[in-house]
């Protein structure tokens, strides 16, 4: 442990969130204004299977249960695949005008200042990648342990434990070694599309076979219950869920070649591909059960294949629970990047900056995400989790693209190689605006506790980016414990090839 003793470091003061870490001591050699970006091969590995995501398994009981009828459910999956493709134009066009890795975060900031980028910041950390973990987490214990529980849903505790169980283990595996989670992340993608593959190909066979008794139009539009615009909100809410990766390509857009030309046709290519994949899948388990089954399923999927494929049933949730795994993995790649560039932009720890020593992994950030993941997984349930990160989720993307439209006026004459039609982000605002304010008139508790986490975040910037002279005791008390946690997780920044330092390129 000599390279990061005492003796052989320099101090170093920074104003980062000074109420834990704004101190920390580095072994010579290690220069903090490194710490641009994790290597490219941690991020990249998180994009394979995220676009069609895990959220399809889990969304359609949550879609339907909020519009109330069939036929509705199928227009708002539709619709919230437009939506995606409204939102990730935007986003393009950010990405290469901001080219900063991080994604909304670097965007916002960029525009608004440090206070608007660090309250989404702290969103994310506190809510968005922990509750989306918990919710794909417990959507893996779910499906897992179904088959033990053929008559009743599975059991708060095994449930909690199991995932708990998955979470450590992959925190494990991406602090341990790169190479091991980029694997992970490709060979669990099969998972995801075998499962959805069979569910298609098996509904498509009821259709032809004229299995279709509840999409014929008058029974498609017969709602089981009384159904208001608060309660279609919510739909839209529960099925963003699953459509909730279509941003993560502007985390990597530094690393996209020619981004001009392929980011849109990523875009193009790729959310009506994944729209026509998720609206199959919903006309699939509507071929074979119920409106009425479906709702009363705790693991769709894995009803469906105990009513079609017979002996062969047990492929369904082995093939989901890989899928969710891989997503699990995938999430926790994105959040340590977003950890990384929020303490390279001062407004994190630093000690979240730091990569292990040897495997050149960012095991503080890690160890932060399980940790919020493991306490979200303990209080909340699926349904109300989905709802809950949905709206913090929408209201981020609702605040980046209106920062689109204040840097067209800020910087009217700036270089942009993508530029929207001024139309796309104004339809977005106005679909925003409206799903927000119904969602929160519709479930004020469950929306409204996002809020009240999110502002909290407003002292916490004071106190610990914004003020700057705090006392020499609050240092050398921050000092000490970033100096632990390096000694503890062996982490340090990482270092450019002083060759590149010493001989920049020339522009």
Partial sequence: MESIGREKCNATKFHTLGLYFSTYYLPSGFNPGLCSSLPPVYSQGALGGNIIGSGIFISPKGVLEHSGSVGLALIVWVLGGGVSALGSLCYAELGVTIPKSGGDYSYVTEIFGGLTGFLLLWSAVLIMYPTTLAVIALTFSNYVLQPAFPYCAPSYVATRILSTACILLLTWVNCSSVRWATRIQDVFTVGKLLALGLIIVVGLVQLCKGHY??????????????VSVGQVALAFLQASFAFSGWNFLNYVTEEVVEPRRNV???IYISIPLVTLVYTLTNIAYFSSMTPEELLASNAVAVTFGEKLLGMFSSIMPISVALSTFGGINGYLFTSSRLCFSGAREGHLPSLLAMI?????????ALMLCCTATIVILCIGETHNLINYVS???YLSYGVTIGGLLYYRWKKPSLYR???????????????WAFLLGFSLYSEPVVCGVGLVIMLTGVPVYFLGVSWKDKPKCIYDFIASITYMGQKLCFVVFPQIDPLEQANPPQS
């Fill in 264 to 266: 849109p046709l990523a």
């Fill in 213 to 226: 008794e509840a999409l014929h139009p008058q029974a498609a539009f017969e709602f089981l219950r009384p």
């Fill in 417 to 431: 190689p993508i530029k929207v039609n001024l139309m796309v982000p104004i339809s977005y605002l106005l679909f």
């Fill in 391 to 393: 709206f913090i989720n």
């Fill in 356 to 364: 292990h020593l040897k495997h050149c992994t960012p095991i503080p």
